[in-house]
Every structure is written in C-alpha cells, then in structure tokens.
C-alpha cells in the first residue's frame, strides 16, 4: 500500500502525463500580462513586466509539481492544512492588532505570506474533504452543515477584520460554491441569502468609512470626480477609448499619462483594453473562458467525490478573481482590490491561481490514469 | 441509486447551473465591454482626449506705454513664475510649504493662495509667485516630477522704468476681481498671470492695452504636467499707446520736489499736451503690480503725505492768490474795468461793519492792474470782484478751465468746485454775501481746484486760446477757439505776471529763471488750511515755520514760460508748503530751466542733491551724537547707582 505522503516512483509518467495545453494556456495569459506590464511602464521592462515574468517562470514548476500530489494526498492533508492557515490567520490578526493598523501578511524575513490568499484554497480543499465524508442525508440538517458552515464563516471573519472586504466575499462565494456542488440544499443558500439583502442597510453602516464611500462612489461615480470616482470613471474611458482594435501597442494616453489609477495591478485590463480594444479584451475572456471550461470539465470527470467537489471549488474560486475584477474594472462592481489573476502585477494572486490549476492538473491526470483515489 | 451515484448526479446537475450561470457573467461581461468600446467608445475616445490635451491661454502680452518721444513708460519683462493647479496638488498647504523652499512666500501671501483657492472654479489655476528668477525657476523645474499640480511658466511682468514718479499717472496693474470676472464672464479673466489696470491710464485705456490671448494646446499628464506642446495659437499683444508725457522731465521734476508732498503739472499751451502730469510722494508700480503687500498698503494709507492719492488730479486745493488772475479777468471782460483803473491800497477794506485786509501792513496805495498782479494786492481784487460781481467771476473761472471735468484717460477725475450764487443757495441755503465775493475774489472760500485745473488756466491765459489738456499724443495738433478776453487786455495780465518773477516788488523774484533770453512769468498763491483767529490777526499772525507741518499753508504757483511768447505752462501745489514764492515757485522754475537749457537744470539739481545729503548725513550725524551723549549720560547714571552697591571685582 502506498501511504499519503509517498511520492510514487512512477513520477516521470505523470509528469509526462500532464495536459500540457492547459499549462500552456497559463503561461499565455501571464506572457501577455508581461506584454502589457511592459507597455504600462512606458515601454520598459522594469519595474513590472521583468519581475512578472521571472515570477510566471519561478511558479511555472511549483503548478507542475503540484500537478504530481496525488488527490488523496490533498484529501489528507486538507484538515491539517487548514487548520495551519487558520492560526496564520490569527497571527496575522494579533501582529495588526499590536502592530497597529490592518495588515494582511506575515512577515516572515524573506518572505511575505498573504494567509487569506492560501486560505482561499485550503478552504476549498477542507470543505471538499467534509463533504466527501459527510452521508447524503446530513447535507440539510444542522448536525451535519455545522462544521462546513463554520469552517467558512471563521475565516471570513477574520478576514473582514482585516479589513479586507473583497477577499472576505471571496471566500464566502467560493466555500458557498462548494457546498452548492456538495448538494446542500437551495433554501440553505436562499435564506441567509434573503437575511444579509434585508440587513444590507445595516451591514453598509458597520462598513468602514472608506468602504461605505467607495459603494457610494460606485452607486455615483460623479459624486467625486477627482477622488475616488475618478478610478471608476478613468478606467471607464480606457475601455471605452480603446475602441474596436485599441490605440496600439504603447500609445494607450490614459495609462502612459497616468490619468488610469494603478494601470499596472487591480486596472490592469483596462490599461490593456486601451491599447489592445475589444478583440484585445474578448481574447482575454476567452482564455480565462476556456481555463475555466477546461476546470469543469476536470470536475466533471474526477474519480471521486472529493476530487471533484474540489475541482469544482477550484474552478469557481479562479471565476470569483476574474469576474469580480473585470466587473470592478468595468464599473458593474464597486472598487474592491482584487487584482486579475496572472496579468496583473503582484505575486499572491499568480500563487494562487497557478497553485489552484496545479491541483486541477493532478485531479485531470488521475481522471484519465485513475489509480488510488480515496476509494468511494 | 447508490449514493455515489447519486451523489455525482447532483453534483453534474449544479455544476452545470454554476457553470453556466459563469458562462452567462462572461457573455455579461463580454456585452458590457462590447458596450464601451463600440457605442459609447466616441464619447468615451473625447474623454480621453481631452484628459489629455489641455487648451491653455496664453495672457497677451499687455500694450506699451510710450512717452512722447517713444521712450517706455511701461512696458513687459519677461519673467519666469508659478503656477499651481489646487486640484491635482491634493494638499495644497504641503505643496505651498515645498514651493516656499525654492522661492520666498510670506505666510502672508499663502494665506492669500489658500483664500482664493477656495473661491476657484474646479481645474483653475493659481499664480502663486510671479518673477523668480531663473535660478529658482531650475530648481523647481528638477524637483517638478514629484510635485503634482505645480507648473513653472514663463511669462511677462509689468515693468514701470519710470517708477514711483509716473505711478498716479499711469497707475497699476492687478488681477482681475471676481466681479470683473462675474460681469464679463471672459474665460481670460480666470488666467493667472493676466492682469488689468488698477489705476491711471492703465486702467482708463485698459481694453486698448489688453489685446487678444493666445492658445496652447499642450499634452498633460494627470499631475497637469505638461509633456509636450502639441499647437501654439500667437497671443495679439495690445495696443502700443503713445502718452504726452516726457519722461525726461517728470523724472527731473519728481527728483527736485525730493520727498515733498507736491504735485507738477506742465502742458504744452499750443497743443494741451501734458507734459508732466506728477505727484508726489506715490508707491511703486512695479511692487503695487505684484501683490500689494498688506503692511505696505496700510503704512500708505496712514501716512500724512497721502501717497494713495494722485494730486495732480484728484486732489482740490483753494487756489488763494494764482485765482486772482480770475477776478482780475472777469473785471475786464465783463467790461467793469480796464487795465488802467487804479485802486488804492491801505491795506483795510471795511464793507458793512467788517473790515478785510491786505498782506502788506503799510498797504499798497495806489495800484493798477500790472502792479496788483506783480504785489497781489488783496483791495484791488477785493474792489475788481464786486465791480464784475459774482456770478462772472465764477463764469470765467469756468472759462478758463476751473471747475471743468477734462476728457483725459484718467479714471476719477475730479472737477473741483467754483462757487456761485446759485451754488451757494442749493448747497448751503443761505444767499450770497459781500463777503463771499470778497473771500473768493482772493481764491479763498468754497474754492477748490485740481493742480490740472490750475495749469489749464495758466495754459489758457498764456495762450489766449481755450486750450483742452490731452495725455494721448496720438492725432493731429488741436486748434483751439480763442478766449473771450480781449487780447490787448490779456496781453496786461501776462504783463502783471512777467512782472511777479522778473519785475520790481514781485512776489517770486527768486525763482527768476536764469537761462538767458527765456523768463518765465506766473503767480504765486498760498492757501490757509487753518482759520485765523480776529485775536491772533490783533497779536500779529503766527509765521507758518513756528507750525506744525499739516497746519502750514499750502504753496501754489502757476505760470508760463517764455513770457512773450508762451510755450508750456505750468502748475506746482506744494502742500503745506508755507510760502508759494519760496515752495512752488522755485519747481516750476525747474521745469522750464528743464526744458530750455537742460544741462544748467541738471546741474542745479545735482548741486540741490548734494546739498540734500550733506544735510542728511549732518542730521544723521547729530542724532548719533545725541544717542551716544543720552547713552553715555545713561551710563553715568546707573554708575552713580551702581556705586551704592558692591563695589567692582578688582
């Protein structure tokens, strides 16, 4: 028997086994975000697209290598994993609390560890583990959606803490996403659903200032043509000036001149879409389309029910990044700081996301090669 | 079903309603780019041009102002300033505090900037400081890249070469006021760096010096910097306007009146000319251009030689003796007298139980026309006005320029006042009396004329003609109708006043000019600012150098000069100068040395100012010695106390 933590001997058949298309698909999309990194900065490589690129290089085997864990490994290491991510977390909460001032990382010398982003998927992984042990018949009864529910809701606290509101949405969509595929029922989702539209008013007055203002802003982009709205309304006319085929390579105005707020991370599509107009933009779409179709697919053939519970949550975990930030940048989302994953600059949402595909790889892998699994 | 099955079941039914709920976000998603790019993609393409492209004024470049002969009165230096944009600088007052590191800003002045940026039209700009200096303009520029909303520009000052001397006459320029700006509604007036005319010509002739702005279109950044110029649109300069005035002249004049508070006014008797239109002591034009400074404005505003105000043309003087020159004409016009009626003076004049005097105590006996003139004699005139009466002595005042509003391109010029029966009636209510006609046969009383009032009369009676005064020297030579007086008549008057500077018993024999073959003819006045009591006349009247300085008579003259033929004349008002022979005088002797032999004029004046400094250096001299004398007695003093306490350390 081969146990959890055994890499098998056979790895050079299952590295060799990949879906090689789809790690191509990836390295694209981060290329182009190279391409329009470069054109951000005014023709340069530095500050931004050199950084990216050696950052898509350095990530490229980190998603190959994960691509390699057996799903039951993850299945295992699930629960202790999230429980690792959580106490970071709380570190994370205690150093801002005595450091004073939010903070959403832990500095670790060298390195830089975002704990909400990795939560995004150990969540997904824990959640997909619960359900997979949890009897049919427990999915609408309290004794069996009390831990689920809690596992969410823990870290979506204290990421609201932080305060970081668009990675809190986040995980409550994605670990909401899970439970939906699991087949808890609609009226599980319904009537917290219907509570928190009632409550709505009452959320947006415990909301912080700045938050409060930004969906005011985004309800009236001219209440502040200068501040805040000036985002929304800059973006706006870089999509839209972009035209059909876009001003071209390094002639995009609202970018190079800096009227575009931060063209190099959460805007990052519209500085794109300036110079590279809608063909530039629907291409783009299309590739995450075709990643995320890609997802499903993986989902829909996994082995077992822990597989594709986490495939699924996977998949909807990369969808949130995109959607949220391409409606954000179109001006149908108030401004909450989520970048683009692999074109915008910055690393944890590119970890992320390559790290999420990885696994996706590995589940692909075993679907088409099954061997071991968890047994179902 | 076995539950894996099941299981997989419900997953691919809610997988499927996931993912295509995704699928149709996306296509959302996809519209909605579709939407900005293609319909609203024109509307959304001018946004980002107009983002990027700022269209900027260019103010145009003010018209010069000429002297007579083409010398600069004003004109435009190039200058280099800064200009600040409060939208784009975020915290203006931390913006201010790095621009006053490279150029000096009084806190005044930021508090000023703060004030108007709170008035200002979003996306409008400010002037923050005006002429730099290149060397400030570099630093700024390298130190730009982090300064959002700061644009260095070049640009163009008001320059007066003339400077404190030509201020009242050509006044200032300033920025435009908010209800300039609200009345017009002209983009131009929310230019900084544009400026409008405060004062004087400037402001009188302020849209024929204003000219047409030009335009910039120029790439901007978002921080307003501009990254390069994309169309220039030429600015149409405005008109260049040639003045009367000669530059030479009101320069010497204003440097011999020193730093008293007077005002020169010389006109051209053929044209109306002015010549010289000066008073002192006034600001600088180029500081008032600036930013009039608030502690400058108040110390103006207190002191006593009213430097605020333009004497040449807005301050009313009672003309005293220069309007003897009125009565004596308005007797012989209205035919109630000629030239050979003699008076005699015993120096009393009593009229219905009052008794009025004349200068001299012993009296003039018997006098003429000619001889009251040169001694101005009190009774003669005193018997002239009753003999013409009021009403024509007030009509030739009139004719001869007294009491006139001129059409000069001047703002606020003040007509002054000529009392008459009717005036007295409507204003006062009360009838006229024989002691008006008497006050005012001398230039006392209501009277109240402006310095250019008093140099057209003079003006008018060396000519003949009824001369009207003009600052612009553009259009031909005016012909003038001649005045009502017989000429031969006239030509007595001007005799009478020859004889005031050049004959015996005249009043101001030592202004006499000294160039040979030119002499100058005239009348002094000296008018009382004070009343003076029946008990001091009795104790003999206090002599004006026992007074203080604002009780002291004002000091007039008028006069012409050559006196056989007339060329210029000229009006001098010396305040509080005590004696007209002695403070006036002697100015408008200056001028006409000025204008007839030049360098004898310069070299008096250089003699005058020597003398001035050595006087200056003595004062100076004797109040250091009298500082050390109190210093040194002072010091005695605390030593004489000192010595009551422990004695000093050996």
């Known amino acids: 028997m081969i146990g959890p933590f055994h890499l098998s001997a056979r790895w050079p058949q299952r590295l060799l086994a990949q879906d090689w298309r789809i790690v191509a698909l990836v390295l694209a999309i981060g290329l182009f975000g190279c391409v329009v990194l470069y054109s951000a900065a005014g023709g340069r490589l530095q500050p931004w697209a050199l950084p990216h690129a050696l950052r898509l290089l350095a990530f490229t085997p980190l998603m190959v290598m994960m691509a390699l864990v057996p799903s039951r490994t993850w299945a295992a290491l699930a629960a202790p994993g999230y429980a690792l991510v959580l106490m970071a977390l709380l570190a994370v909460e205690a150093v801002g609390a005595f450091g004073g001032g939010a903070q959403r990382w832990l500095d670790l010398g060298p390195v830089r560890l975002q704990p909400s982003e990795l939560m995004k998927l150990v969540l997904v992984l824990f959640l997909a583990r619960l359900f997979h042990f949890l009897p049919l018949g427990y999915l609408d009864r309290a004794v069996g959606l009390w831990r689920p529910v809690a596992a969410t809701l823990v870290p979506v606290a204290l990421v609201l803490l932080q305060p970081d509101l668009g990675t809190a949405l986040t995980l409550l969509a994605g670990g909401a996403g899970v439970m939906f595929l699991a087949g808890v029922p609609p009226v599980v989702f319904l009537v917290p659903t219907a509570l928190g539209l009632v409550s709505l008013p009452l959320v947006y007055r415990l909301l912080h200032d700045y938050q409060q203002r930004r969906i005011d802003i985004f309800l009236d982009p001219s209440l502040d043509p200068l501040g805040a709205g000036y985002h929304i309304t800059q973006a706006r006319i870089a999509i839209g000036s972009g035209g059909a085929f876009?001003?071209?390579?390094?002639?995009?105005?609202?970018?190079?001149?800096?009227?575009?707020?931060?063209?190099?991370?959460?805007?990052?599509?519209?500085?794109?879409?300036?110079?590279?107009?809608?063909?530039?933009?629907?291409?783009?779409?299309?590739?995450?389309?075709?990643?995320?179709?890609?997802?499903?697919?993986?989902?829909?053939?996994?082995?077992?029910?822990?597989?594709?519970?986490?495939?699924?949550?996977?998949?909807?975990?990369?969808?949130?990044?995109?959607?949220?930030?391409?409606?954000?940048?179109?001006?149908?989302?108030?401004?909450?700081?989520?970048?683009?994953?692999?074109?915008?600059?910055?690393?944890?949402?590119?970890?992320?996301?390559?790290?999420?595909?990885?696994?996706?790889?590995?589940?692909?892998?075993?679907?088409?090669?099954p061997r071991g699994g968890l047994g179902s | 079903m076995s539950g894996a099955g099941l299981r997989e079941l419900v997953f691919r039914r809610r997988a499927l309603l996931l993912g295509g709920a995704q699928a149709a976000l996306g296509v959302g998603l996809a519209v909605r780019m579709a939407w900005l790019a293609l319909v609203e993609g024109e509307r959304l393409r001018d946004a980002a041009e107009s983002n990027r492209v700022s269209t900027r004024l260019v103010p145009p470049r003010r018209g010069l102002l000429l002297d007579h002969r083409g010398r600069p009165l004003a004109e435009n230096r190039p200058a280099y300033g800064v200009e600040v944009v409060p939208s784009l600088a975020g915290d203006l007052e931390a913006t201010l505090e790095r621009i006053g590191r490279l150029v000096p800003l009084s806190l005044e002045a930021r508090a000023e900037i703060l004030a108007e940026a709170r008035t200002l039209p979003p996306s409008g700009s400010l002037r923050v400081a005006d002429d730099i200096g290149w060397a400030a303009y570099a630093a700024l520029n390298v130190e730009l890249a982090d300064l959002a909303g700061v644009v260095p520009v070049k640009t163009y000052v008001r320059h007066y070469p003339g400077g404190e001397a030509?201020?009242?006459?050509?006044?200032?320029?300033?920025?435009?006021?908010?209800?300039?700006?609200?009345?017009?509604?002209?983009?131009?007036?929310?230019?900084?760096?544009?400026?409008?005319?405060?004062?004087?010509?400037?402001?009188?002739?302020?849209?024929?010096?204003?000219?047409?702005?030009?335009?910039?279109?120029?790439?901007?950044?978002?921080?307003?910097?501009?990254?390069?110029?994309?169309?220039?649109?030429?600015?149409?300069?405005?008109?260049?306007?040639?003045?009367?005035?000669?530059?030479?002249?009101?320069?010497?004049?204003?440097?011999?009146?020193?730093?008293?508070?007077?005002?020169?006014?010389?006109?051209?008797?053929?044209?109306?000319?002015?010549?010289?239109?000066?008073?002192?002591?006034?600001?600088?034009?180029?500081?008032?251009?600036?930013?009039?400074?608030?502690?400058?404005?108040?110390?103006?505003?207190?002191?006593?030689?009213?430097?605020?105000?333009?004497?040449?043309?807005?301050?009313?003087?009672?003309?005293?003796?220069?309007?003897?020159?009125?009565?004596?004409l308005a007797a012989l016009a209205s035919g109630a007298a000629t030239p050979d009626d003699v008076v005699t003076c015993r120096s009393r004049y009593p009229v219905g139980g009052n008794v009025w005097h004349c200068h001299r105590r012993r009296g003039h006996g018997p006098v003429a026309l000619r001889r009251a003139i040169a001694a101005s004699c009190n009774v003669y005139f005193y018997a002239m006005a009753r003999r013409a009466g009021p009403d024509a002595v007030a009509a030739m005042a009139r004719t001869l320029g007294l009491g006139q509003r001129f059409d000069l391109p001047i703002p606020s010029l003040k007509a002054g006042i000529v009392p008459d029966p009717a005036w007295l009636q409507d204003r006062f209510g009360r009838p006229w009396n024989v002691g008006d006609t008497l006050n005012t046969a001398i230039g006392q009383g209501a009277l109240f004329v402006s310095p250019l009032a008093l140099a057209v009369m003079a003006a008018r009676i060396a000519s003949g003609r009824m001369v009207v005064p003009r600052l612009l020297a553009d259009g031909p030579a005016p012909s003038f109708p001649p005045l009502p007086v017989p000429a031969d008549m006239l030509a007595v008057v001007r005799a009478g006043m020859s004889d005031v500077v050049n004959g015996p018993g005249g009043t101001a024999r030592r202004a006499a000019l000294r160039v040979p073959g030119v002499r100058m003819a005239g009348k002094t006045g000296t008018a009382q600012v004070r009343r003076i009591t029946a008990a001091e006349r009795r104790r003999g009247v206090r002599r004006n150098e026992s007074l203080p300085w604002h009780l002291r008579d004002h000091a007039l003259f008028v006069g012409f000069a050559p006196d056989d033929a007339p060329r210029h004349a000229v009006a001098v008002v010396v305040e509080h100068g005590a004696s007209g022979a002695r403070a006036a005088a002697p100015l408008a002797q200056a001028a006409f040395t000025f204008i007839h032999d030049r360098p004898r004029a310069e070299a008096e004046l250089a003699r005058l100012e020597a003398e001035r400094e050595r006087r200056r250096r003595a004062a100076e001299a004797a109040a250091r010695r009298a500082a050390a004398e109190a210093a040194r007695q002072a010091a005695e003093a605390a030593g004489a106390g000192g010595r009551a306490g422990p004695g000093p350390r050996p």
Request: glycine share 10%.
């Open chain 1, 246 to 369: 876009g001003k071209g390579f390094l002639e995009g105005s609202q970018s190079h001149l800096l009227f575009l707020p931060e063209p190099h991370t959460d805007f990052v599509f519209a500085t794109m879409a300036e110079e590279w107009g809608l063909a530039g933009g629907l291409l783009l779409m299309a590739a995450y389309a075709l990643l995320l179709a890609w997802g499903w697919g993986v989902a829909r053939r996994a082995a077992d029910s822990f597989a594709r519970l986490a495939a699924g949550g996977l998949v909807v975990t990369i969808f949130l990044y995109v959607a949220i930030n391409l409606m954000m940048v179109m001006g149908l989302a108030p401004v909450v700081g989520l970048p683009l994953p692999l074109m915008s600059y910055g690393g944890s949402a590119m970890l992320t996301v390559m790290l999420a595909v990885g696994i996706l790889l590995g589940i692909d892998r075993e679907s088409r090669w």
């Open chain 2, 166 to 328: 030509f201020a009242h006459a050509l006044g200032y320029v300033g920025p435009p006021s908010r209800e300039q700006y609200l009345e017009r509604r002209d983009r131009l007036f929310l230019v900084p760096g544009f400026r409008v005319g405060k004062d004087g010509v400037e402001r009188a002739l302020d849209e024929r010096l204003r000219g047409a702005p030009g335009a910039r279109r120029v790439e901007v950044n978002a921080r307003g910097r501009i990254l390069r110029e994309l169309e220039t649109q030429a600015d149409q300069p405005g008109e260049t306007v040639r003045l009367s005035l000669d530059r030479d002249l009101q320069d010497h004049l204003a440097r011999r009146v020193g730093d008293a508070s007077a005002s020169v006014v010389v006109i051209d008797c053929a044209t109306g000319d002015l010549r010289c239109l000066l008073s002192l002591p006034a600001y600088d034009p180029d500081v008032f251009s600036r930013r009039i400074p608030a502690e400058l404005w108040r110390a103006l505003q207190a002191d006593d030689h009213r430097p605020l105000l333009p004497k040449a043309t807005q301050g009313l003087y009672v003309p005293g003796s220069t309007f003897k020159l009125v009565t004596a």
